[in-house]
């Protein structure tokens, strides 16, 4: 079967095409390490710039969402190898806008600000080219993972996917958890801007690599059209939704305490109507162009839809740890002078979740070929309701970093576990001409999950901190010291709630999870004549 798809090895091709979706993923989170640095160096005020700032960070989260929606089916009509290239020229020119923005970008963004009759402070525009540029990156960067996930399904036999898949799982993973360690390394060493010049010569040497690779791997293209209108109206309900939750998983799991997380925007109400609105429209068109963004009927394949759906609630469970574990770090800092510390041991107890997760994948893979899908996903899930359970009993504010360390590993595994069977239960469920759209399916329910989880999480914890604390202190003076202490007490009291939050999300998981059964006869002979 091997080579009948391609004359070279296709764990070779996966290896190539793996090197540019772990670059993409960790430019997702390789500007935390330097963002108040950037903002100092703009002679920007810390604390109206912060705000600004964010969006170089929640700005490339929401356009690598927003390319997987419609790079899926691009590459389902024009062939993998083109667009897998045109993806990464795009991030090219992004990172080069970003290396580049303090030069000619910026002058001549003012100069356009200029002649409309405008005088914006020169760094703000810096600012805002810099966000453009990240923008562009993220366009090109969110599409490699769901064409590589596709291109496993023109390589690999359906019985051969899922350590394959893995793989592409574990390094997407892999990317966005190592970006704030490679960030804090590499500023170390150079100015911020060489971190985009490196991607320059590693980008042209991985277009290079992806020719060779590709060159003797068919192209399969699917006749039909691009459907515009339903790429807009799906675009702009992520877009209203992300605006809407006011969400940045990354953002937020800096945070130093609750009482720096914010609240749901303002415009959540109006943002969350616009969000119906265009996904109603989006389901509306769908059931109606001859050739849609995303089949609608494809979810009525029982693979598919519980796929996704248990994709949709790992990625809510996924945010608990990450934000959790960062915020009990920095309430135990009684002295500010130790925060340089702390970031160092958010970072280390963070790994103990993360890499876990990430290097679980592949094993992930392999249990899927020999207990089936529903057993391994069951099987991870148990095990992280098995570690958020133990969060939620032992966590109290002097809780020992081992502890915290053992039960984010078992969380981490659990969750990572998941990844490959849903990956290819998923993918085995798209017929040949769906797979870019499935693929992207996989990750971006995974990233709304993620998305809705901050906004959830943060706001009911916010109010359940303020309800407790307000009725531990009332009744006569307080001590400002006690008031401190109890404020922390508190937090990490709603921090172990979180872990029973994570427990109940994972167990309705796996309620989707057991309708997760063998693929479809049908669809595998017809994948197999391929």
Not at 40 to 63: H, K, M, N, R, V
Not at 302 to 322: E, K, Q, T, Y
């Amino acid at each position: 079967m091997t080579s009948q798809k391609t004359k070279l090895n296709p764990w070779l091709v996966l290896t190539v095409m793996c090197v540019p979706v772990f670059i993409g993923a960790l430019d997702l989170t390789v500007v935390s390490a330097f963002l108040p640095e950037l903002i100092i160096q703009l002679e920007l005020p810390l604390q109206t710039a912060l705000d600004d700032a964010a969006w170089i960070l929640s700005g490339y989260l929401l356009a690598y969402t927003v390319s997987m929606t419609f790079m899926g089916r691009v590459s389902d009509l024009l062939g993998r190898r083109m667009v897998y290239i045109l993806c990464l020229l795009i991030f090219l020119i992004g990172s080069v806008l970003v290396a580049t923005a303090h030069a000619g970008p910026t002058d001549f963004v003012y100069m356009l600000y200029r002649r409309l009759g405008q005088r914006p402070d020169i760094a703000y525009v810096n600012l805002q080219v810099i966000i453009f540029g990240r923008v562009v990156q993220a366009l090109g960067a969110g599409a490699l993972v769901p064409v590589s996930l596709a291109l496993v399904g023109d390589l690999f036999p359906p019985a051969q996917r899922a350590r394959p898949l893995g793989l592409v799982a574990a390094m997407d993973t892999l990317g966005w958890v190592l970006g704030h360690l490679y960030g804090g390394l590499m500023v170390q060493i150079m100015p911020w801007q060489g971190i985009f010049w490196l991607n320059v010569p590693i980008t042209l040497v991985t277009i290079v690599l992806v020719i060779w690779a590709l060159r003797t791997v068919p192209q399969y293209r699917v006749k039909g059209r691009f459907d515009f209108l339903g790429a807009a109206l799906i675009v702009g309900a992520l877009v209203a939704l992300n605006i809407g939750l006011g969400g940045n998983v990354d953002a937020a799991a800096s945070a130093a305490g609750f009482e720096d997380l914010s609240p749901l925007p303002p415009y959540f109400g109006p943002m969350m109507v616009l969000t119906i609105v265009f996904l109603a429209g989006f389901v509306w068109v769908e059931r109606r162009v001859h050739d849609p963004l995303v089949n609608l009927a494809m979810f009525r394949r029982r693979n598919l839809s519980a796929g996704a759906l248990v994709n949709l609630f790992v990625g809510f469970c996924l945010v608990i740890g990450l934000v959790s574990v960062p915020i009990l770090v920095n309430v135990r800092q009684e002295d500010v002078s130790q925060l340089e510390a702390a970031a160092l041991q958010v970072g280390l107890l963070l790994s103990t979740l993360t890499v876990p997760m990430a290097l679980a994948a592949v094993p992930g893979g392999w249990l899927s070929d020999r207990i089936g899908y529903r057993r391994t996903t069951l099987l991870g899930l148990g095990l992280a309701i098995i570690g958020f359970l133990a969060v939620w009993r032992t966590w109290y504010l002097d809780i020992p970093n081992a502890i915290i360390a053992v039960e984010m590993a078992v969380v981490g595994v659990g969750l990572g576990l998941t990844f490959a069977p849903i990956g290819v239960a998923v993918i085995n469920a798209a017929r040949q001409n769906e797979r870019g759209v499935a693929s992207a399916l996989v990750i971006i329910l995974r990233l709304i999950g993620m998305t809705v989880s901050v906004s959830a999480l943060t706001t009911l914890s916010l109010n359940r901190v303020n309800a407790l604390a307000a009725a531990a202190l009332s009744g006569g003076t307080v001590d400002p010291m006690q008031a401190i202490d109890t404020y922390a007490r508190i937090t990490v009291e709603v921090l172990a709630e979180l872990g029973l939050i994570g427990a109940i999300m994972c167990a309705l998981a796996c309620i989707p999870a057991l309708l997760l059964g063998r693929d479809d006869p049908a669809l595998l002979q017809a994948d197999s004549s391929e």
